[in-house]
């Protein structure tokens, strides 16, 4: 191979590296949105967690709540 067809794949690979980056990106913030949106979790909260960290800080989710809730469900 000369070095125009590795600088041609170079940027080819390039290229479809970004893109895919790109998509689970958006894909990832889309998921994020419409968990929000239907209720599923409150983002807020995590947010909120950046400036009010600390050990005398309660959890902001109860684990063994959601378990039994789910165990409930089913």
Do not use: C, H, W
């Amino acid at each position: 191979m000369d070095q125009e067809a590795i600088l041609t794949f170079q940027g080819y690979a390039k290229f479809f590296l970004v893109l895919a980056v790109f998509i689970i990106f958006y894909s990832y913030a889309y998921s994020i949105y419409k968990r929000d949106k239907k209720g599923e979790r409150d983002f807020e909260k995590y947010s909120k967690l950046v400036l009010d960290d600390g050990a005398s800080i309660d959890p902001l989710e109860d684990r063994k709540e959601k378990k039994e809730n789910k165990e409930k469900e089913k």
